[in-house]
């Protein structure tokens, strides 16, 4: 029993001095890696502006972007190339291994090549530096190198150099790596901005997401309608519009004029609101509790607007308008949130 008592105690305190080093050390990590980001961005000079305005060209031409790197830098190519494309810039990602085997025929007189090496001297890229320079219409180089063969072949060199990897050994590709990553969205980012890139261009590549969805359907494919919406008129109660509201199983009524125009809404917040002041409220008239002039939104917005509406005025119901003032929906924060809308 002693002897197992001490094993556990030594087995504890071990356990301890790991999770406290592991802590340290993943801290340490982050805090290299924020320092070299840091020094990163000090060095962005014209070179960066002059690699946007080269891709730039390159899509405007309807050429494309391909990226090649190795090993590591070759995993981060990928990360780059699906940004590039996620964000409207054609791009592809050229295998450095199968380059010289018949791939070489992806690149087509006007590309845009970025190429990855933090030395600049891989073996592999180097056998490829004339085949690209041949082929494609301009080279920009992402290296930590400056002096490198590929530099020198480069038509545009970004320097990603870093201080110390974040390996305790300094070994391992993690700042540098990290930062070919970073340079590739500043990248991708700043030829977003000078391509004049919408949130509705980025929705008509991401149909599948929240953002799509909100971008790419309308309101009126997503407000309440019919059974589902609640409406009362100026001379109802607010007895007529809890009902209406039950019946609907909505939050919200909204107030018709005489004219069938919207003058207010009531939502299930005023009567709780109204019925601590006055409890005996029932047979009152709605349109003394009601909100006149609400938040509203129309039936031929996008959904999109709809988000920011119920977001800007911090509200969990907009009343759905046509063109002539009168109300032919509801949208309800739940609706967006079962929609995967917001």
């Known amino acids: 029993m002693i002897d197992d008592f001490v094993l556990d105690y030594q087995f504890a305190r071990h356990y301890k001095r790991l999770m406290m080093n592991s802590i340290e050390l993943a801290r340490r990590v982050i805090e290299i890696e924020a320092d070299c980001l840091h020094a990163l961005s000090k060095r962005i000079d014209e070179s960066f502006t002059h690699a946007v305005r080269l891709l730039e060209e390159t899509l405007v031409n309807r050429a494309k972007i391909v990226v090649v790197g190795v090993g590591k830098s070759g995993n981060i190519g990928h990360k780059i190339a699906a940004t ?34 933090y030395s600049g001297e891989t073996a592999e890229l180097m056998h490829l530096l004339p085949f690209l320079k041949r082929s494609a219409g301009c080279l920009i180089a992402m290296t930590g190198k400056a002096g490198s063969s590929l530099a020198e072949h480069a038509d545009v060199v970004l320097d990603t150099s870093v201080e110390r990897e974040a390996c305790p050994f300094n070994l391992a590709p993690t700042s540098s790596s990290t930062a070919m990553l970073v340079m590739g969205d500043a990248l991708a980012m700043a030829l977003l901005d000078a391509r004049g890139f919408t949130e509705e261009d980025f929705a008509r590549y991401h149909p599948g997401g929240s953002l799509g969805r909100a971008l790419l359907t309308k309101v009126a494919d997503i407000m309440r309608t019919g059974e589902s919406l609640a409406l009362v008129t100026l001379d109802a109660s607010v007895n ?34 109204s019925f601590q002041k006055d409890p005996m409220l029932g047979p009152r008239k709605v349109a003394d509790f009601m909100t006149a002039k609400p938040v509203t939104v129309l039936a031929s917005s996008l959904a999109v607007q709809a988000v920011n509406t119920i977001g800007s ?30």
């Open 313 to 342: 005025h911090r509200v969990d119901d907009v009343v759905v308008l046509d063109e002539g003032n009168r109300p032919v929906g509801l949208v309800d924060t739940q609706d967006l949130a079962r929609l995967r809308i917001m």
């Open 240 to 273: 007529d519009a809890l009902v209406s509201m039950t019946r609907a199983r909505s939050g919200a009524c909204a107030i018709l004029d005489a004219e069938g125009r919207l003058a207010g809404i009531f939502t299930h917040g005023d009567f709780v609101r």
């Open 84 to 117: 590039l494309n996620s964000t409207g810039a054609t791009a592809v990602v050229l295998s450095s291994q199968n380059a010289l085997h018949g791939d070489l025929g992806m690149v087509s007189a006007g590309d845009a090549v970025i190429a990855l090496s």
